[in-house]
């Protein structure tokens, strides 16, 4: 058993991260600015955020924090000051003896011009989300040993869950469809590849027991049509009627497939998902209570 620090364990990751460590056997000891948390701590304070590292002890730490509003983290300046407190914060961790990291990453790191992305896929941000995150997972993984630690560098992909906020693609069908609200979509041809929130959880806690380092897919492996997922909640939820497919254009640059190649993720770090886009719907549907 290992006594892991987690930070953003507020947020839709991290929420469903407390357990799966807890599930494998770990002491978890939540850091982050939310009052509720073991040590309240704004991260953005290098100050604060050694005294909590000191005051923790950890061996492992799980970083999820980051700037995530869902109408502004493409691109908000607030990127920078997240990069900034993240190399910080693993600094901190490697100086007073921590040994293992895992950094949450995004696909958004990635040339999206390649339909299918490998973790030698080249790095070709096109948001400063992804900018920020590129260059500190860069970083990061070019320097664990100079001090002294493992880091698996997580790319995440497509993640959905329960109580997501407005802004997001599952939170907005779920609370239309719930009152009975006609949903504008585009026309969901472009494929995505999308992971329940606990398998990706899972997976997190499973790469935490690895020597895997430097970067890593986080997905399912399998790409979907967007409006297969968007299609699945309506018919979950009894209420195809109010979908309207193709009632919004998409983005000129919107990339007509994201597709993960989870060859490491499975081989390295023994994770397949347990849930479909079928049964992860109705996990989180019978979650929210939200069938109709």
């Not at 982050?32 to 061996?59: K, M, Q, V």
């Amino acid at each position: 058993m290992a006594r892991v620090l987690l930070t953003g364990a507020t947020g839709l990751i991290g929420r469903a991260t407390v357990p799966a460590l807890t599930q494998a056997g770990h002491e978890v000891v939540t850091l982050g600015r939310n009052p509720a948390s073991d040590i309240p701590c704004d991260l953005l304070d290098p100050r604060a955020t050694t005294a909590a590292l000191e005051t923790t002890r950890a061996s492992h730490l799980v970083h999820l924090a980051w700037h995530d509003g869902p109408r502004d983290r493409w691109a908000s300046p607030a990127n920078l000051d997240w990069m900034a407190a993240t190399l910080h914060l693993v600094r901190e961790f490697a100086r007073i003896g921590g040994r293992r990291v895992i950094c949450a990453g995004s696909c958004a790191e990635y040339d999206w011009s390649v339909p299918e992305l490998t973790e030698a896929t080249p790095l070709r941000p096109r948001t400063l989300y992804g900018a920020a995150k590129a260059a500190t997972g860069l970083a990061l993984s070019a320097g664990q040993d100079a001090l002294g630690l493992s880091l698996a560098w997580a790319r995440i992909f497509f993640v959905y869950g329960p109580d997501e906020p407005p802004g997001r693609l599952f939170g907005d069908l779920i609370s239309n469809l719930k009152i009975g609200e006609p949903v504008n979509c585009t026309d969901g041809r472009q494929e995505r590849d999308f992971l329940h929130v606990d398998d990706l959880a899972r997976a997190l806690a499973l790469l935490l027991e690895t020597n895997v380092t430097g970067a890593i897919n986080i997905a399912s492996g399998t790409a979907v049509p967007v409006r297969q997922l968007i299609e699945e909640v309506a018919n979950q939820m009894h209420h195809p009627d109010l979908i309207r497919l193709g009632a919004i254009s998409r983005a000129a640059n919107d990339p007509d497939r994201l597709a993960a190649d989870v060859t490491r993720l499975r081989n390295e770090a023994g994770f397949t998902p347990q849930h479909d886009i079928v049964s992860g719907v109705a996990d989180i549907l019978c979650t929210e209570g939200a069938r109709l």
